[in-house]
């Protein structure tokens, strides 16, 4: 109930008329029969309330979430480095180091536990200290809701059930209907049935600088490579972008601790530039829509080399078939890059299919070479992002800002496709600017207005 709902009741509460005559004139008196309105007891629960959101915000829980992953990596890879070192027979001539490395990464971990028992204490204060406010706040609006004559209060928790009703109503008619199942002989995973996360969600080093950008692993990582993550952020107009940060793992990533900055060019826009927040890393060469061009760009991240290979001369580009709901569209996002089991793809539209979706092989060569290509009825502009899973491609649209839903699939081996997949996925934030599958772990990794996340494909 706000304060102008108060105020309203205390117009129409029952008052006394007592009428006299003076003279000429007819005079009445009135008397409120009812106590006065506590004012000062509402502003005080409203000073309370805003007092409550102030301290107990989302960065101080992604503040622990982080603490957590690290430290759950940190120790991971002091169990690496044990069993290397168990492993070693060269005559203690590096055993020495091994166990400096050990020591420090011990620290390490004090430092990390020290600052998560800090961070738990607090929490644990806060959480006592919330509590006690909450009863507070709870008994005063008990009280105050006895002055609310109309049963105003009453009737609207009515309407909010009979709200509840109808979405559970809807949402059974909106049952989720099952997607294509994989063929056993190419992936073995079966049906997916749902998506699960976000397991890892936090910002970047950069903070809410840049909301465009993507990030993930090598999906065919050399070796001693495979924790590694990479991190690009479109820090031209969310459009462009010219280098990439390197991590040597997650925590690294989620701390912002020692990155390797790789450079494309010296600066951005300019031949070779990223443009587009849509690409991926592959065997070490990262996957791009080049420059106010429609061709792909390979870039090499160990000899700073670039190959290019054309598409069609109609393939939309420079925002001409970018990703989009009815809210926004997602700019520059004309060509999406997607990995799978089996390598790279480039997902875009030309005006030839009328803006509609063509997945294209992408030749992981050098130069990039372009294999078989598929022809869809899915107009890009419907679509939000896409991704492939063995070989089947699935696109999502923007149901509400807290909900994203794979809605589109296309099997590439039998060439069919529906429109009738609604697999729900829980948004932390309004947009999703880059999504893509990593099959090593079978992650959904995404880029959402500046957060990095990951969410886990559930097969059957």
């Not at 580009?317 to 709901?325: E, L, V």
């Not at 890059?337 to 005006?351: H, K, L, N, Q, R």
Request: charged content about 20%; some cysteine.
């Amino acid at each position: 109930m706000s304060r102008s709902d108060i105020f309203i009741l205390m117009i129409i509460i029952p008052l006394t008329f007592f009428q006299s005559v003076r003279g000429k004139n007819c005079v009445c008196d009135l008397k409120n029969s009812d106590p006065a309105f506590p004012e000062h007891k509402l502003t005080k629960v409203e000073t309370t309330s805003r007092q409550c959101i102030e301290r107990i915000t989302s960065e101080r829980i992604t503040e622990l979430d982080r603490l957590l992953l690290g430290l759950q990596q940190r120790i991971k890879q002091l169990e690496e480095n044990v069993v290397v070192l168990e492993k070693e027979d060269d005559t203690n001539l590096y055993g020495a180091v091994s166990l400096r490395i050990i020591e420090l990464e011990f620290a390490e971990i004090q430092d990390l536990l020290k600052k998560l028992n800090e961070t738990i204490g607090n929490y644990h204060h806060l959480n006592a200290q919330a509590a006690t406010q909450l009863e507070d706040m709870k008994d005063t609006m008990g009280e105050l809701e006895e002055f609310d004559n109309m049963q105003m209060i009453k009737k609207d928790r009515e309407n909010q059930r009979v709200k509840r009703g109808l979405e559970e109503c809807k949402n059974k008619l909106k049952a989720t209907l099952p997607p294509p199942t994989v063929l056993p002989g190419r992936c073995g995973l079966g049906q997916m049935v749902s998506v699960a996360g976000p397991r890892t969600s936090s910002l970047t080093a950069y903070s809410t600088s840049y909301s465009y950008g993507a990030w993930g692993r090598d999906v065919k990582p050399a070796r001693g490579d495979e924790n590694k993550y990479w991190l690009v952020v479109l820090s031209n107009s969310n459009v462009y972008g010219h280098f990439v940060r390197q991590y040597g793992t997650l925590s690294t990533l989620l701390l912002g601790i020692g990155p390797k900055d790789t450079y494309i060019s010296g600066s951005n826009p300019t031949t070779n530039t990223i443009q587009g927040s849509n690409m991926v890393v592959y065997a070490n060469a990262l996957y791009y829509n080049c420059y106010n061009t429609y061709s792909v760009c390979q870039f090499n991240m160990t000899t700073r080399a670039v190959s290019t290979v054309a598409l069609p001369s109609d393939t939309g580009y420079n925002n001409k078939f970018p990703f989009a709901h009815l809210g926004t569209t997602y700019s520059y996002t004309d060509m999406d890059f997607t990995t799978d089991e089996s390598g790279v793809y480039v997902i875009y539209a030309t005006t030839s299919n009328f803006g509609n979706v063509i997945i294209t092989k992408v030749e992981t060569s050098n130069p990039p070479v372009l294999g078989q290509t598929w022809t869809t009825s899915l107009h890009k502009k419907t679509a939000t992002n896409t991704f492939m899973v063995c070989g089947v491609l699935y696109a999502t649209r923007y149901l509400d800002k807290e909900t994203e839903q794979i809605f589109y699939s296309y099997d590439t081996e039998t060439k069919k496709e529906r429109f009738d997949l609604k697999i729900n996925i829980k948004k932390m934030k309004t947009n999703i600017e880059y999504l893509n599958y990593d099959p090593r772990d079978r992650l959904l990794y995404i880029y959402s207005d500046a957060y990095i996340l990951t969410y886990e494909l559930v097969f059957q």
